[in-house]
């Protein structure tokens, strides 16, 4: 037991030693400090008044439209002025390009001949399937050849 008061004893010694070292320290960084304060800097006063200036804000960026419309024609042409810009407000109905008349009634022509071909091919290829002379497939193959024909003609008018 007396072991242990004696190490008890010797840690409270070292303790108080530890923070009176601490103490020690600490007055005299403090002394050092109040002895080596600079002298105050001289100041200059300057009186000035407000006044307003104009505030310039330059922004840059990429602007995106909100809505993008793909157009199509109904009927294909040559294009032969374009009369709204890219980029220019227009309301439904207002005139957009002009398209090549003489392409179209051309074109009209040339799809009312392929109608009468395809008739004359599809009204031949059913003589031939009542007598036998030819398969099913081949009936049906002149019959989607005129209805196609008959289809572009309509889209055409």
């Known amino acids: 037991m007396q072991r242990s008061k004696l190490i008890g004893i010797s840690i409270l010694v070292f303790i108080i030693l530890w923070f009176a070292a601490g103490a020690i320290r600490r007055s005299l960084s403090h002394d050092a400090d109040v002895q080596s304060k600079p002298s ?27 809505l993008k419309v793909t157009l199509r024609a109904e009927t294909s042409s040559t294009v032969e002025e374009v009369v709204a810009d890219k980029g220019t407000k227009v309301k439904k109905g207002d005139l957009l390009i002009k398209l090549a008349i003489k392409d179209r009634k051309a074109k009209l022509e040339e799809a009312k001949a392929t109608v009468e071909s395809k008739a004359i091919e599809y009204n031949a290829a059913q ?16 019959k989607a050849a005129y209805e196609e024909a008959k289809a572009h003609l309509s889209q055409m008018d």
């Open 127 to 142: 003589k031939l399937f009542e007598r036998n002379f030819t398969p099913k497939t081949s009936l049906a193959r002149s």
């Open 40 to 66: 105050l800097a001289r100041v200059e006063v300057l009186n000035s008044q407000a006044q307003t200036h104009p505030v310039y804000l330059t922004v840059r960026g990429v602007t995106e439209a909100d």
